[in-house]
């Protein structure tokens, strides 16, 4: 029960990292909150042992750009410390978690000569044979490599599996991913067209099957030499960034960086220019009109950016 309002208070800071300014909790949901919440306090007894803080995000530093050939030298970000006072003014959560703090140092490799094709069917076997990443499944459950064309134009890139996507071993395949793919038909493209990928290649544990956390710095700089070779193999023109792991990832991590902001502008990743838009999760749970029409738009500047026609009637919609 601890667990599960710990995860609770994790999620609802993560949301306010992300821009939300509430969220809606129905009468049911209140009152099985307050049965939750007199239950821990019936368990803490006389003491009331107070509910532990949340746990921390992580904390990432810009990277130097890619090299070609490619050689995979993602380092290890250091922490970049924030002052608890300064961290907690600004609305930050505590620096990095110490959840993957055994992690060994990111991968180092080399991708061999080959086709696209081939070169992508090397990076998955070695990532699905990762022992690191392999460490981090539970029985039954799945990496997630990534899917879509060699050539893609675009590269949308989340942040983590969630329990779909660890039972299937695909990406955005729960409900975020179903707005995903209704975004990307929208644009007239297709999941085979692009490609879809992810900071992270293992679902971070949270102990349970349901919920969700933020990677931690860790976890994000062990990933992150994978995501690397990926754009380098396909290239992209065009990266999408979706919600603010996504950014912090691509771009480094920036604590005063709110996806409210930053959505809707281009950002550089080494050479290839990154859209920020919001995770379809965000979309999911802030469902107006507004925020829709916001992420077409930025689907409209990224089309446009991709020589992609647009028509009337795409222009048009949420309007
Ligand atoms: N959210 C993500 O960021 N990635 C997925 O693959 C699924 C949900």
């Not at 995979?72 to 993957?100: D, L, W």
């Not at 081939?118 to 690191?132: A, G, Y």
């Not at 379809?280 to 950016?305: C, F, H, Q």
């Amino acid at each position: 029960m601890r667990k599960a309002l710990n995860r609770l208070i994790d999620e609802l800071h993560r949301l306010k990292e992300q821009g939300y300014e509430g969220v809606e909790v129905s009468d049911r949901a209140f009152a099985q909150l307050k049965e939750a919440v007199e239950h821990q306090l019936a368990q803490a007894g006389p003491s009331k042992a107070p509910i532990p803080a949340p746990s921390a995000t992580a904390v990432y530093r810009e990277r130097p750009a890619q090299t070609h050939p490619v050689r995979s030298t993602f380092a290890q970000p250091e922490p970049r410390p924030v002052p608890a006072r300064e961290a907690s003014a600004a609305g930050h959560r505590a620096p990095p978690a110490t959840q993957s703090s055994n992690l060994p140092a990111p991968p180092v490799f080399e991708i061999p000569a080959g086709s696209k094709t081939e070169q992508l069917t090397w990076l998955k076997d070695r990532v699905l044979s990762c022992p690191v990443c392999t460490s981090h499944l539970r029985p039954g459950k799945q990496l997630v490599f990534g899917e879509g064309s060699p050539d893609a134009a675009i590269f949308f890139c989340g942040e983590a599996p969630g329990a779909d996507e660890e039972t299937q071993g695909i990406p955005f395949v729960g409900e975020a991913g179903k707005l995903l793919t209704r975004i990307i038909q929208a644009m007239g493209l297709s999941r085979e067209t692009i490609y879809i990928g992810n900071i992270m290649k293992w679902r971070p544990e949270t102990g349970s099957d349901y919920g969700n956390r933020p990677p931690s710095l860790e976890e994000m700089a062990f990933c992150m030499p994978y995501l690397e070779a990926q754009l380098e193999i396909i290239r992209p023109q065009v990266i999408v960034g979706l919600g603010a792991t996504a950014l912090n990832g691509l771009l480094g991590y920036d604590p005063e960086r709110r996806i409210t902001s930053v959505r809707g502008q281009w950002f550089q990743h080494g050479s290839i220019p990154v859209m920020a838009t919001f995770h379809p999760s965000y979309v999911n749970r802030n469902g107006t009109n507004r925020i829709k029409r916001m992420i077409w738009e930025d689907m409209l500047a990224v089309m446009e950016r991709v020589g992609l026609p647009i028509s009337p009637k795409q222009q048009a919609y949420f309007t």
